[in-house]
Structures are given as structure tokens and as C-alpha cells.
């Protein structure tokens, strides 16, 4: 048994207190316990945060993205293009509509979507055999890192097809869009879409937060997200004035966020930014700690980073440990880690239904055989990110090539 167990550092950490608890039972105490007034001032304080027109409560990131590309049009035979590093939410939403991924592959430093390829792929469409054309572009700010809005902006634009961001890391920060425009990520495109599952920068327990600045996409996304219903019900039960009678327009879905939820996250909204400098400190803090490793490969810094993940990833020759070996190891060492991204294209689903092979997307590949991710949290103390240095160096160090007892297991 390893001594260290005891001490163990989870990789994810939500970060809730008093004033969580004290809106929750607000709402418990209220009489009022799903969507109503305390989602709405949630959606009012997060447009207001981001400088979007339209925010809309939802009961998660992967309803969001749902929504949103069904407000933009994707339909049926349609091509939506997107990378296959990221989470299953990103592309099974593309399935829900009867459409397909257009995967690309990655920028290999930043981990995302690479805008000469949007460029490229917007310019010619999909090929003969992969059918349908593009009707929407995903791209996905992968652990918090803005992708290159600008480009892959104009690129959407000169071809006339929309841009739906996936902000599920990256809340709340900005990046430059067209003309050099700086803006919240999520507001830069047609719509974007933020999660609040429990491990993000805020969180609700489950949930997530769709933003546009289209009245249109806006009235489709509301309709849509409670069963197509023709207009907001939720006060008939409290309501004197309220109106009993509604038709239903459309079969949607069911995809409100709770006030329970939203109580929760309107405490976290509050220390958004406080939750944002911590992670910066503990990223600084990694990335000057492993600066001169040369038996690892830091991540992409920006300023503009949300570092809702910190990764690394090892540089093969000069370690005698494979990945899993070293999340095996830094478990053991009583660190949390975990691996971001298993890309989609080799899981079966994707791999039976489009016949992709591992090699399709090498640079996807690549940082999935060499990535781990660290704890990175605002409750995560300095001493947990001191002992989170010290377990990788130590791992690391033990199993470098050339040392005379590397590779020795322990
Ligand atoms: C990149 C990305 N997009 C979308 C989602 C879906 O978020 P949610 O769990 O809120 O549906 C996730 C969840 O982890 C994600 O990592």
C-alpha cells in the first residue's frame, strides 16, 4: 500500500460553498423547484457577463450543442465539420440529426481543429464519397484554449456557413474574432455553447448555457429545449394571470436547466473570476515547474486560457514508460490524472460507422498516445501542486532513457 494513498489528489474537484448551499435552499424553501425565475436571472447575469443577446438555460452542454446546430439548419445527409479530439458530446449531437462528422484533424500543438484546414475543407467540400456538404462548422476549444476564431471565422463567412462553438471548456474567456475583435468565446460565432457538468470551471451538477446573438436562433433554441411548446408555461401552476391554455408546434425536446441547478450556478457565476485566476496560477505554475523537462511537451499557453485542463504529454525517446505506465504510476504516487482525448475516430462506434482507421487522423493519435492530464482546480492547494510536481518528476526521472537503472518499475 502505497503511502501516499491516504493523501490522494483527486483529478477533479467541484468547489461549493456556503453560498451554493444557501441558494439552493432558497429555491428548495421557494415552492418553485424547476425552471422559472432563478434560471431566468442566471441566463440574465451570464448574457450580461459574455455581452450576448440571448442566454438560454439548459440542462447541459450536449442539449446545447443539439439545439444549436438544429436552430442553424444541420439536417438529415448534412456534413458538419468538426475534429475527433474531443468528448463523445460533440459529434453524437451531429448523429442525433441524422447528419455526419466531417472530422479533420488537429493543429498538433494546440489540439485544435486547424484553421487552414477549415480553410481548406470549406473550400473544396466533402469529397464523392463522403457525400452531403457542410452545413455547419464545430470547432471545440479543447481544455479551455481558444481556437484561431479569426481564421476559421472568415473562412466560415466567405463560404456562408455558420459557426457553432463548443465552449465547454473554455467559460469564462475571450479571444480575438473577425477584424481582430476581441470577444468571449462562445459569443464569436452563430451560437456557442458552455457546460456546467460537474468537473468545468462553473458548475451547475449537470447543465450548460447556449448563447447567441440571433433573435432567430434564440426563438428556436427556447421553442425546441421545452417539447416545441409555443411559448414559456413554466408559471401556469403559480400564476394567477397565467394562461393554461399552450399548443405544441414542434416535437422537441426536454432540455430546461432546474432552479435547483441554477441557484448553484449563479453562486459560481459570482466567483467566475476567481476560479479563473486560480487555474492561471496553478498552469503558471506547472508550466514553469516543467520547463526544463525535456522528457515532457507542455501544453499551448495563451493569456487567454481557461486551463479547465492541464496537459502533458511525455516525449517517448527520452522515456522508457509509455503513457499508460505513467498514469499508472502517478496514481500509485496518489495523483488523480486522467486522458484527454481517446479520439472519437477510433472508437467503434465511429470506426463502424464511417470505417475510420487510427492513422486517419495522425496528429489525434499522436497526442493520444503520449497525453495525460493534471489536476487543476481552484480548491487544489499549493502544497497538492507541489507534490503534483514533484510525482511527475519523480516518475518521470526514474524511467529516463540512458539512466542506468531506468526502466526499473516502482
Ligand atoms: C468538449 C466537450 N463538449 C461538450 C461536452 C458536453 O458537456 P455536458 O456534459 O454539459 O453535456 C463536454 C463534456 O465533457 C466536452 O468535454
Not at 102 to 128: C, H, K, Q, W, Y
Not at 232 to 253: H, K, L, M, Q, T
Amino acid at each position: 500500500m502505497n503511502p501516499n494513498t491516504e493523501r490522494f489528489i483527486p483529478f477533479a474537484l467541484p468547489s461549493i460553498g456556503e453560498e451554493e448551499e444557501r441558494g439552493v435552499v432558497e429555491v428548495l424553501r421557494s415552492g418553485w423547484l424547476t425552471t422559472g425565475p432563478v434560471a431566468k436571472r442566471f441566463e440574465a447575469e451570464v448574457a450580461a457577463l459574455v455581452g450576448s443577446r440571448h442566454a438560454l438555460a439548459l440542462n447541459s452542454a450536449t442539449a446545447g450543442l443539439h439545439l444549436a446546430l438544429e436552430a442553424v439548419g444541420v439536417g438529415a445527409g448534412d456534413r458538419v465539420l468538426t475534429t475527433p479530439y474531443t468528448f463523445a458530446a460533440s459529434a453524437e449531437v451531429i448523429r442525433y440529426l441524422g447528419a455526419s462528422p466531417l472530422f479533420l484533424d488537429i493543429d498538433g500543438e494546440t489540439l485544435n481543429i486547424d484553421p487552414s484546414g477549415v480553410e481548406e475543407a470549406l473550400s473544396r467540400g466533402p469529397s464523392p464519397r463522403e457525400g452531403g456538404s457542410i452545413r455547419a462548422v464545430l470547432p471545440v476549444h479543447v481544455g479551455g484554449l481558444p481556437c484561431r476564431m479569426e481564421r476559421i471565422l472568415a473562412a466560415c463567412a466567405a463560404a456562408g456557413v455558420p459557426l457553432v462553438e463548443d465552449a465547454a471548456h473554455a467559460f469564462p474567456v475571450r479571444t480575438e474574432g473577425l477584424g481582430g475583435r476581441r470577444a468571449y468565446c462562445g459569443t464569436l460565432g452563430a451560437a456557442g455553447v458552455y457546460s456546467f457538468y460537474a468537473t468545468k470551471t462553473i458548475t451547475t451538477g449537470e447543465g450548460g448555457m447556449l448563447v447567441t446573438d440571433s433573435d432567430e436562433i434564440a426563438r428556436r433554441v427556447s421553442l425546441m429545449r421545452l417539447h416545441g411548446i409555443d411559448r414559456e408555461v413554466w408559471n401556469r401552476y403559480v400564476s394567477r394571470d397565467a394562461e393554461w391554455r399552450y399548443e405544441i408546434v414542434e416535437a422537441g425536446y426536454k432540455y430546461n436547466l432546474t432552479d435547483i441547478a441554477a441557484a448553484i450556478g449563479r453562486a459560481q457565476l459570482a466567483k467566475a473570476a476567481d476560479f479563473l485566476e486560480r487555474r492561471r496560477s496553478i498552469a503558471a505554475r506547472y508550466l514553469a515547474a516543467f520547463a526544463d523537462a525535456d522528457y515532457l511537451r507542455l501544453p499551448a499557453a495563451s493569456d487567454d486560457h481557461a486551463w479547465h485542463l492541464f496537459t502533458l504529454r511525455i516525449v517517448e525517446d527520452r522515456l522508457t514508460i509509455d503513457r499508460d505506465e505513467m498514469v499508472r504510476s502517478l496514481m500509485d504516487h496518489g495523483i488523480g490524472v486522467s486522458v484527454h482525448f481517446i479520439p472519437l475516430h477510433i472508437m467503434p462506434y465511429y470506426r463502424n460507422a464511417y470505417g475510420f482507421k487510427p492513422e486517419d487522423f495522425p496528429n489525434a493519435l499522436q497526442a493520444y498516445r503520449t497525453i495525460f492530464s493534471l489536476p487543476i482546480y481552484p480548491s487544489l492547494t499549493d502544497e497538492q501542486v507541489e507534490r503534483v510536481v514533484a510525482g511527475v518528476r519523480s516518475v518521470a526521472e526514474r524511467h529516463r532513457r540512458g539512466r542506468p537503472d531506468a526502466g526499473r518499475r516502482g
